[in-house]
């Protein structure tokens, strides 16, 4: 079966850095769009990225760019988050998700248990 696995999250300065990692396993890798999201305390969901099969990233939100930067490793299935100058309000438990397609603009159908950044001095 489906299964989505996120690590690498901690507690970092800010200003700092992190990467997420998200292995996958139960389906074709390469043909599937995978993303990131987050949800912070008392917010809802929000997207970060999203990875293409094609290697075609898109940013869910303005203020992640820059920042943030998403890459995937087919031969070992499994999808980077790299982020720097960490802010505050970054903090949030960290979702990837596999797509529904091949594309970024198909839905998100599966979600991992997800990994705790906090971002704090």
């Known amino acids: 079966q489906v299964q989505l696995v996120e690590s690498g999250g901690g507690l970092v300065q800010p200003g700092g850095s992190l990467r997420l990692s998200c292995a996958a396993s139960?389906?074709?890798?390469?043909?599937?769009?995978i993303g990131w999201f987050r949800q912070a305390p008392g917010k809802e969901r929000e997207g970060v990225l999203c990875?293409?099969?094609?290697?075609?990233?898109?940013y869910y939100a303005d203020s992640m760019k820059g920042r943030f930067t998403i890459s995937r490793d087919n031969a070992k299935n499994t999808v980077y988050l790299q982020m720097n100058s960490l802010k505050p309000e970054d903090t949030a438990v960290y979702y990837c998700?596999?797509?529904?397609?091949?594309?970024?603009?198909?839905?998100?159908?599966?979600w991992g248990q997800g990994t705790q950044v906090t971002v704090s001095s």
């Open positions: 998700a596999l797509h529904s397609g091949s594309y970024c603009a198909s839905s998100p159908d599966y």
């Open positions: 139960g389906f074709i890798f390469d043909y599937y769009a």
């Open positions: 990875i293409s099969s094609s290697d075609g990233s898109i």
